[in-house]
């Protein structure tokens, strides 16, 4: 993986999973100053708006990375950092599509069941990213990318 596209991984990641994580924030646990307020923060709707609106890039980041990066470790085996991976590699399907079918439905109860799918996806995708960021690597050798 090139150093763009590592940074565009990184930054597309910050941009959806900040924006994620605030407009959580704002819908489960911001208290609302107005009793008959429909949203629990004045952020909550923009938040909303945003992370919609980054998380394309994530999705990709991700499709630029797959070959390569997460793809070609998967064929021929490489252990560094494989769990984290992994995990990485089997929450972005249901993240992302989760993402998208909570946009579109229109039923409380499929709606609902899609926000609990999205979250927890999310969680394990930020999760895994972190540990996957900041678990030890292996010394680069001559000839190999990231």
């Known amino acids: ?37 429909i949203v629990n923060h004045p952020w909550q709707p923009a938040l909303r708006e945003w992370h919609v609106i980054v998380a394309p890039l994530l999705v990709f980041a991700c499709g630029l990375i797959w070959r390569e990066h997460v793809w070609k470790r998967v064929l021929t085996g490489y252990r560094q950092r494989r769990r984290a991976g992994l995990a990485l590699a089997f929450s972005l399907a249901p993240m992302a599509l989760s993402g998208y079918l909570l946009q579109t439905a229109r039923d409380e109860g499929w709606q609902r069941a899609w926000v609990v799918v999205h979250v927890a996806t999310s969680v394990l995708w930020v999760l895994a990213y972190v540990v996957h960021q900041f678990s030890p690597r292996a010394a680069r050798q001559p000839g190999v990318r990231g």
């Open 1 to 37: 993986m090139s150093r763009a596209e590592a940074w565009f991984q990184h930054v597309s990641n910050l941009l959806v999973g900040g924006t994620g994580l605030l407009y959580g924030w704002t819908c489960y646990f911001a208290e609302p100053e107005d009793p008959l307020a």
